[in-house]
T-cell receptor, first 113, second 113 residues
Framework: DAGVTQSPTHLIKTRGQHVTLRCSPISGHKSVSWYQQVLGQGPQFIFQYYEKEERGRGNFPDRFSARQFPNYSSELNVNALLLGDSALYLC????????????FGDGTRLSIL | GDSVTQMEGPVTLSEEAFLTINCTYTATGYPSLFWYVQYPGEGLQLLLKATKADDKGSNKGFEATYRKETTSFHLEKGSVQVSDSAVYFCALAFSGGYNKLIFGAGTRLAVHP
């Protein structure tokens, strides 16, 4: 069975640009969560979407937005990129419920020049 | 707020040595606890979980016991292998909430032959 897939794997942008990252969950999983992992740190929660609605949001500015499509895939959008947005962006899918194990993709490495 | 604290790494061991990676948590309720592992260039993989006090999670020779009295979830393995070299993350989540994992900073393990 296919795991969580993310695209692209690597991306280089300059300050002020916009970026869209994509995620396809494991078949049957309706919950998708996004995390930011800065080098040398643990992942930080950005969003959770379930049944196409935002169910949770972490402490990130409004430059970060996301959506979930009818097939449960998801996009993370970041506007007005800053140098500090350079990180590995991880997508995870799961069954709903906080104690359900989350299954992670390999991430998108975003570098801001 | 809710948080997870892990011992700082790197932890460097010889093959077949005993491993302990300490993890303590602060939480307002009764979370589920997880250990995730991240190999170079990859996303996070669930290693084990425990959902209530005194539960023991185990997988691939790794074990961790949910200790409510000491708010701890230390990871142990009796005999490490070179292939165990990775970064290990302790995390918590609440069953009644949305799919938000709160991670520690991670502990890098390096195992030498």
């Amino acid at each position: 069975d296919a795991g969580v897939t993310q695209s692209p794997t690597h991306l280089i942008k300059t300050r002020g640009q916009h970026v869209t990252l994509r995620c396809s969950p494991i078949s049957g999983h309706k919950s998708v969560s996004w995390y930011q992992q800065v080098l040398g740190q643990g992942p930080q929660f950005i969003f959770q979407y379930y049944e196409k609605e935002e169910r949770g949001r972490g402490n990130f500015p409004d430059r970060f937005s996301a959506r979930q499509f009818p097939n449960y895939s998801s996009e993370l959008n970041v506007n007005a990129l800053l140098l500090g947005d350079s990180a590995l962006y991880l997508c995870a899918s799961s069954w709903p419920g906080g104690n359900q194990p989350q299954h992670f993709g390999d991430g998108t490495r975003l570098s801001i020049l | 707020g809710d948080s997870v604290t892990q011992m700082e790494g790197p932890v460097t061991l010889s093959e077949e040595a005993f491993l302990t990676i300490n993890c303590t948590y602060t939480a307002t309720g009764y979370p589920s606890l997880f250990w995730y592992v991240q190999y170079p260039g990859e996303g996070l993989q669930l290693l084990l979980k425990a959902t209530k006090a005194d539960d023991k999670g185990s997988n691939k020779g790794f074990e961790a016991t949910y200790r409510k009295e000491t708010t701890s979830f230390h990871l142990e393995k009796g005999s490490v292998q070179v292939s165990d070299s990775a970064v290990y993350f302790c995390a918590l989540a609440f069953s009644g909430g949305y799919n938000k994992l709160i991670f520690g900073a991670g502990t890098r393990l390096a195992v030498h032959p």
